[in-house]
């Protein structure tokens, strides 16, 4: 696997369920970001980890939860979301030394849909 | 907060066009960024600029990080039906990983 990689592309959910989001980067970054991208709007930032740290949350609901186990992995814990999460949740890395580099590489996404 | 306005919203041109797109922005940045995104895809790199008046090429690509540090232009000559797909400008200020994104410039390309 090369880049950065999202499971699953696709995923449908009740409002009740309980499902996780995760991201896997091959580039030797240390640095990790959740983005949602929403029909006719900017990409949003969520979350930003910094050597498994999370350094960033964007005012974020708490039915959104992250995890980032080590610099190649970050997880989103999702549960009771609403209709109007349903998205594209791109996940990104970068490097991080005495301060992030901007030069962040996306994975594909996963299209969320919440029923 | 912080937003950036991208224009224009869509383009339709025909294959073989020159190509222009820019962003503006009310706050000063200090690194602008251009990415692409495909269907289906996340958004791809394409150039990053990170000094007021800076002009960086990749390929057919030219990028600019305007002098004034509020906005960014992004040409591309001489389009190929490869070229359709959505533009984002990004923005970035500060030390917290956090990037600005504008709406997204989508690209048609008439062949």
């Known amino acids: 696997e090369t880049g950065v990689t999202q499971t699953p592309r696709h995923l449908v959910m009740g409002m009740t369920n309980k499902k996780s989001l995760k991201c896997e980067q091959h580039?030797?970054?240390?640095?990790m970001y959740w983005y949602k991208q929403s029909a006719k709007k900017p990409l949003e930032l969520m979350f930003v980890y910094s050597l498994e740290e999370r350094v960033e949350n964007n005012s974020v609901p708490s039915r959104f939860s992250p995890e980032c186990p080590n610099s190649s992995h970050l997880f989103l814990h999702l549960h009771t979301l609403q209709p109007e999460d349903s998205a594209l949740y791109l996940c990104a890395s970068s490097l991080w030394t005495s301060g992030p580099s901007y030069e962040q590489y996306f994975g594909p996404g996963t299209r969320l849909t919440v029923t | 907060g912080q937003q950036l306005n991208q224009s224009p919203q869509s383009m339709f041109i025909q294959e073989g066009e020159d190509v222009s797109m820019n962003c503006t922005s009310s706050s000063i940045f200090n690194t602008w960024l251009w990415y692409k995104q495909d269907p289906g895809e996340g958004p791809v790199l394409l150039i990053a600029?990170?000094?007021?008046?800076e002009l960086t090429s990749n390929g057919r690509l030219t990028a600019q990080f305007g002098i004034t540090r509020k906005d960014s232009f992004l040409n591309i000559s001489a389009s190929i039906p490869s070229d359709v797909g959505i533009y984002f400008c990004?923005?970035?200020?500060?030390?917290?990983?956090?990037?600005?994104f504008g709406q997204g410039t989508t690209l048609q390309v008439k062949p």
């Open positions: 600029l990170y000094k007021a008046g």
């Open positions: 580039l030797g970054h240390n640095a």
């Open positions: 990004a923005g970035a200020s500060g030390n917290t990983g956090k990037l600005i």
